[in-house]
C-alpha cells in the first residue's frame, strides 16, 4: 500500500494560498523572504522520495505553466513525475498527466492500494480537505511560516469532526520556517 503525503507551505493563520507568487492573493509570494538552503534540502529530499504526484486541477495548471520551463534536480524531477489530477473539467492534460476517474475518492483508494512508493500532494487546497475528510491522508508535512496575511484559502475542513494526529517530526529551519509532521493517529 502506498503512503499519501500531504505537504502544505503555512502561514500562522493557516493560509496556503498564494505562497509563490500566484496572483490569486494580494500577498503572494509569502514564502520568499523565507528561504534557506536547508529548506530547499528539504523539499528537494521530499520530492525525490515522491513516486508520483496527486494534484487538485487549479495547482496542476499552476505547476505545469511553471515548471516545464525551470532547470534543475528539483524541476527535472517535478517535471518526470506522473502526476494524477482530480478534475471534472473535460480536456487534454500534458506534462506527464493524467486525470482520476470519478468518483475521485475511489479513484485516489485505488492509487494508495497499488504498488509503489509514496504519493505527494502539494497545494491542492480543495482537493486536501476532501482527502481529510475521506481518511485518505497518511502523513501531514506542514512548513508553518513566521507570517499572517489575513485570510485566503485553507486545507483544514470546517466540518466540526474531530482527528486526532501525532507529532513525529518538529524541525526549525535557518529561515524561521517550521515543519511540522504528524501521522494520523492509531495509524
Keep these: 500500500m502506498r503512503?499519501?503525503?500531504v505537504t502544505e507551505f503555512m502561514t500562522?493563520?493557516?493560509?496556503?494560498?498564494?505562497?509563490?507568487?500566484?496572483?490569486?492573493h494580494r500577498h503572494s509570494g509569502w514564502t520568499i523572504p523565507f528561504s534557506s538552503d536547508?529548506?530547499?534540502?528539504?523539499?528537494?529530499?521530499?520530492?525525490?522520495?515522491?513516486?508520483?504526484?496527486?494534484?487538485?486541477?487549479?495547482?496542476?495548471?499552476?505547476f505545469a505553466d511553471a515548471w516545464p520551463s525551470r532547470e534543475g534536480e528539483f524541476?527535472?524531477?517535478?517535471?518526470?513525475?506522473?502526476?494524477a489530477v482530480a478534475t471534472s473539467r473535460p480536456g487534454e492534460l500534458v506534462w506527464n498527466a493524467t486525470a482520476l476517474e470519478a468518483p475521485v475518492r475511489a479513484s485516489v483508494q485505488s492509487l494508495k492500494d497499488g504498488d509503489g512508493g509514496p504519493?505527494?500532494?502539494?497545494?491542492?487546497a480543495s482537493l486536501v480537505k476532501?482527502?481529510?475528510?475521506?481518511?485518505?491522508?497518511?502523513?501531514l508535512r506542514l512548513l508553518v511560516?513566521?507570517?499572517?496575511?489575513?485570510?485566503?484559502?485553507?486545507?483544514?475542513?470546517?466540518?466540526r469532526e474531530k482527528w486526532t494526529f501525532e507529532l513525529t517530526e518538529l524541525r526549525r529551519f535557518h529561515s524561521g520556517a517550521v515543519l511540522h509532521t504528524y501521522r494520523l493517529a492509531g495509524s
Design 3 to 5: 503512503r499519501l503525503i
Design 12 to 24: 500562522l493563520d493557516g493560509v496556503v494560498e498564494a505562497p509563490g507568487g500566484e496572483p490569486t
Design 38 to 62: 536547508d529548506l530547499r534540502g528539504f523539499k528537494l529530499r521530499e520530492i525525490l522520495e515522491a513516486e508520483s504526484l496527486l494534484l487538485g486541477r487549479r495547482t496542476y495548471e499552476q
Design 75 to 83: 524541476a527535472d524531477t517535478m517535471n518526470a513525475l506522473p502526476k
Design 119 to 124: 504519493i505527494l500532494v502539494a497545494g491542492s
Design 130 to 139: 476532501s482527502l481529510l475528510v475521506w481518511g485518505l491522508v497518511d502523513e
Design 145 to 159: 511560516y513566521p507570517v499572517l496575511i489575513g485570510g485566503g484559502l485553507r486545507v483544514f475542513p470546517d466540518d
